[in-house]
């Protein structure tokens, strides 16, 4: 009878034990299902963010607005060419960091409203004489984004983003 019993004591401790190591196991396994549902609302806020601060980045650089926001009187053509050319790509390079946060497609969008809008300011600033103002480069590019649709392209980018942030919530 004392084999039976130490028999039975030792299966009732084995049971308990493999039961502790379950009940252990679980818990392992919540804790790591709370972490990755808390990393992943982290995750998604941070991206939240980043396609904010890109829509921002895409009314600030879009020309009409740029123009209103940096319009200097007296300033040459080729100077107010160079201002609106520094404004777009210090804005741009203060917001680069954002880039892996959002998907390639938002990024490439962005980045082609940039390029686009340098071209466009570029292009436009030499079709002018060289004794014009930056009142009149202004005056064209304005001209431009009334009249082409490419001149818009900013109004785009922003569906872009605003449709890729949507996705997220």
Not at 41 to 47: A, H, P, R, W, Y
Not at 58 to 73: H, K, Q
Not at 87 to 96: A, G, P, R, S, T
Not at 127 to 151: I, Q, R, S
């Amino acid at each position: 009878m004392d084999i039976t019993l130490v028999l039975s004591t030792v299966i009732a401790v084995l049971i308990a034990s493999f039961l502790g190591f379950l009940f252990w196991l679980q818990r392992k396994e919540h804790k790591r299902e709370l972490e990755n549902a808390n990393n992943n609302k982290g995750n998604v806020s941070l991206q939240l963010q980043a396609y904010e601060r890109l829509t921002l980045l895409i009314d600030r650089i879009a020309l009409p607005n740029l123009i209103a926001r940096v319009n200097e009187p007296g300033l040459s053509v080729k100077e107010m060419q160079l201002l609106l050319y520094q404004n777009i790509k210090h804005e741009f390079d203060y917001n680069i960091t954002q880039q892996i946060y959002v998907s390639k497609n938002a990024w490439d969008a962005v980045k082609n409203l940039k390029e686009q809008n340098m071209l466009i300011i570029n292009q436009l600033a030499n079709l002018l004489p060289a004794n014009a103002t930056g009142l009149d480069l202004n005056k064209l590019l304005l001209e431009y984004t009334m009249n082409d649709a490419k001149g818009n392209i900013h109004e785009v980018v922003s569906e872009v983003l605003s449709y890729e942030a949507k996705k997220l919530l």
